[in-house]
């Protein structure tokens, strides 16, 4: 049994969770023991993390890799009309040299652009480099706070996954 907190996509009283295997299977259903009143979504877009490829900005956006253009078709009903937003490019400064075009790289490496934290309805931390996503942020209303995560992509995290925000003082909201 095993999954990591990063296939995890908490929003109010919902999860989506991302299940690839039969132990993230068993992980999950041990998590899901932890919290009988949240409503869980289970989908399967990436190998592992959802927030290399799909990341919910605030209530009614969603920030999304645009190696998945078709997401909302396996997104839960509740959540297919929210705003989906694509950043143009997520190839900053990557080396590809050697890499596969597959969905599972391209979710955990150049999806990390868009593994960013959404600190309120407004502010989301960046990374400086991630200039596709800072721009489409800047052109949707949001504050883009950039840092510098000079060594995430070695070891395929991003801002979302090195912070991993799970509790927070909010209401359990369902926003259907």
């Avoid at 997520?90 to 391209?106: A, P, R, V, W």
């Avoid at 955990?108 to 652009?113: I, L, T």
């Avoid at 596709?132 to 052109?139: E, R, S, W």
Wanted: aromatic content about 10%.
């Amino acid at each position: 049994m095993a999954i990591d907190g990063a296939n995890f996509l908490r929003i109010g009283s919902d999860v989506i969770v991302n299940i690839n295997s039969y132990n993230q299977w068993k992980g999950y259903e041990w998590i899901k023991s932890f919290y009988p009143d949240t409503t869980f979504h289970v989908i399967h877009v990436a190998d592992n993390h959802i927030d290399g490829v799909i990341i919910a900005l605030k209530p009614g956006v969603f920030m999304v890799n645009p190696a998945y253009p078709n997401i909302k078709d396996v997104m839960p009903d509740k959540f297919k009309n929210w705003t989906y937003i694509y950043p143009a490019d997520l190839t900053h400064n990557l080396d590809t040299k050697g890499m596969t075009n597959i969905d599972i790289q391209l979710a955990s490496s150049r999806g990390m652009d868009v593994n960013v934290l959404s600190l309120d309805e407004n502010t989301v931390v960046t990374n400086e480099l991630a200039y596709g996503v800072n721009d489409i942020l800047d052109k949707n209303g949001f504050d883009v706070v950039t840092t510098a995560l000079n060594h995430g992509e070695i070891f395929a995290g991003g801002i979302h996954c090195s912070t991993l925000d799970l509790i927070r003082d909010d209401e359990m909201i369902s926003y259907a």
